[in-house]
Structure formats: C-alpha cells, structure tokens
C-alpha cells in the first residue's frame, strides 16, 4: 500500500490556510478509514481527523474544530485535510494514515510525513 502525499502552500503565518491532500493505493473497503494524525518534536504522535471511506463520517480533535476540515474524493482515492485559521501550535509534521477505525491503534498504514510550519 502507498500514499502519496502533497501539501498545498507552504509557510503560513498565524491565521492562514494550508490544504493537504494523500492519495492512497489499493482498494478502498466499505471499512476503510482514513485519518490525518500530527507530530511536534519531543511529542508523541495524536490524532487530527478522520474519515470513513463508506458514508463519509467525519471525527475531529477538539483543538480543530471548526477550523479544519477532512474530506475525501472517492474516484481519486484521496483524502484532504484542509486547515484554516492556522496557529503556530499547530505546526508539525503531518501524516496520512489509514486503518479501519479513527484513532491511533486502528490505524495500519501510515504514509511519509508533511511537515507544517504557522509563524506568529
């Protein structure tokens, strides 16, 4: 299985908006979940968000909701995570990730990290 990841915009100041966008290869099962997860240096990986491939049901952290948002495009097979109002402790490095369940242990595949910097 792979992922291609992509991140569009680069460095954001405080406020500003970046979208990530992972492709993913294989079959997309009825039970698939996809989900975007973060890590700061010295800190251990956490969820973001994510989504079921079947019904398109959305989970969130309570520190981005209503500022990011997971959404995917069934035919590409592709999994966004676009992110508003950025702040400078959201900086990270991101990962796609998918599983059959939204949290870290449900989680079996894991793609390349993005890394995503918020000035103040």
């Known amino acids: 299985l792979r992922f291609s990841c992509r991140r569009v915009g680069g460095l954001v100041q405080a406020g500003g908006s970046l979208r990530l966008s992972c492709a993913a290869s294989?079959?997309?099962?009825?039970?698939?979940?996809m989900g975007w997860f973060r890590q700061a240096p010295g800190k251990e990986r956490e969820f973001v968000a994510a989504i079921r491939w079947s019904g398109g049901k959305t989970y969130y952290t309570d520190s981005v909701k209503g500022r990011f948002t997971i959404s995917r495009d069934n035919g590409k097979s592709t999994v966004y995570l676009q992110m508003n109002s950025l702040k400078p402790e959201d900086t990270s490095v991101y990962y796609c990730?998918?599983?059959?369940?939204?949290?870290?242990?449900?989680?079996?595949?894991w793609g390349k990290g993005t890394q995503v910097t918020v000035s103040s």
């Open positions: 990730a998918r599983g059959t369940s939204p949290d870290y242990y449900g989680m079996r595949y």
């Open positions: 294989g079959f997309m099962f009825s039970s698939t979940v």
